[in-house]
């Protein structure tokens, strides 16, 4: 879980403004005024201070100090708010709730520690071209173009065209939260992996046989195939040319967010599996 939640703070630490921006040993990042205390203007490292003041910052390496930037007291200091209540599960779960103020953010931690459980590995980070290799795959860098079908909009994804029925695979590791109808997406599937991107596959013609929400997934796998389903009731489709759309979305604790992939895919396509 503290491999979890450390991944978790690695993907969203860029999105608070007092948080470190170097590469860290440990990336977990507790607020100042948590780690202090209300009104402590006296010491933000003396824990006697600290106690007072009714912070949270505990002293790890028994140096008497509490640093916040030390990854043992960091680490030390978690660990204690995290069991304040009991170490059973829901405890724990509920004391993160509590900590980070974001049921979704908890969910997210939740789902990449079962990565982690599930592929035996902290380094999920391979990535592959979400078209199989010996497709034809055409793409351009249409993010952020006008969209009109269900109101003015701007795309959030790119555009990859392909043959009805050419494989899809996922991009990465991750975990399935998502499938089913979006009547803009047509059959579509969200994949969230564990840099805290959802990935988002539409205009699916079908799914791999077995596929299922909250089954686990590894770069290369296949997870459906190109179609032109959407815009409109369930089962509409043909109303473009087929290709997959592909989204990026990134929750930062509080919203989530789409931004641009074409980058990255031109990065991948040089990655392409069988």
């Known amino acids: 879980m503290i491999a ?41 490292t003396d824990p006697m201070f600290i106690s007072l003041f009714f912070g949270i910052g505990l002293d790890g390496d028994s140096d008497g100090v509490a640093d916040r930037s030390n990854p043992n007291d960091k680490l030390f200091t978690l660990l204690s708010v995290l069991t304040s209540n009991g170490s ?5 779960k509920n004391r993160l709730i509590e900590y980070y103020e974001t049921e979704k953010g908890v969910e997210i931690i ?23 290799k010996y497709y034809a795959a055409d793409y351009q860098n249409g993010f952020g173009l006008g969209r009109s079908y ?11 065209f392909a043959h009805y029925g050419t494989p899809v695979l996922s991009t990465s590791y991750g975990i399935v939260e998502k499938m089913g109808w979006n009547n803009l997406g047509g059959y579509r599937i969200g994949i ?10 539409a205009h699916l013609q079908g ?19 190109v179609g ?30 789409s931004f641009n992939p074409y980058n990255f895919i031109r990065k991948w396509e040089k990655v392409r599996a069988q």
């Open 4 to 44: 979890a939640i450390d991944r978790y703070e690695n993907n969203t630490k860029n999105y608070r403004d007092y948080c470190s921006k170097d590469v860290e040993l440990i990336s977990i990042c507790i607020n100042p005024s948590l780690w202090k205390g209300a009104n402590n203007f006296v010491s933000e």
């Open 88 to 92: 059973d599960e829901k405890s724990v």
């Open 110 to 132: 939740y789902s990449i520690a079962s990565m982690f459980e599930y592929f035996e590995d902290i380094d999920l980070s391979k990535r592959v071209f979400p078209i199989a």
């Open 150 to 160: 269900g109101g003015r909009r701007s795309h959030e994804g790119i555009d990859i």
């Open 192 to 201: 969230r992996d564990y840099f805290n991107t959802y990935q988002y596959y």
């Open 207 to 225: 799914y791999k046989e077995g596929l299922k929400e909250g089954d686990f997934v590894r770069p290369g796998d296949t997870i459906g195939y």
């Open 228 to 257: 032109s389903t959407g815009y409109g009731k369930e089962g509409t489709s043909g109303r473009f040319a087929p290709h997959l759309h592909y989204g990026f979305y990134k929750y930062d604790g509080s919203n989530e967010w």
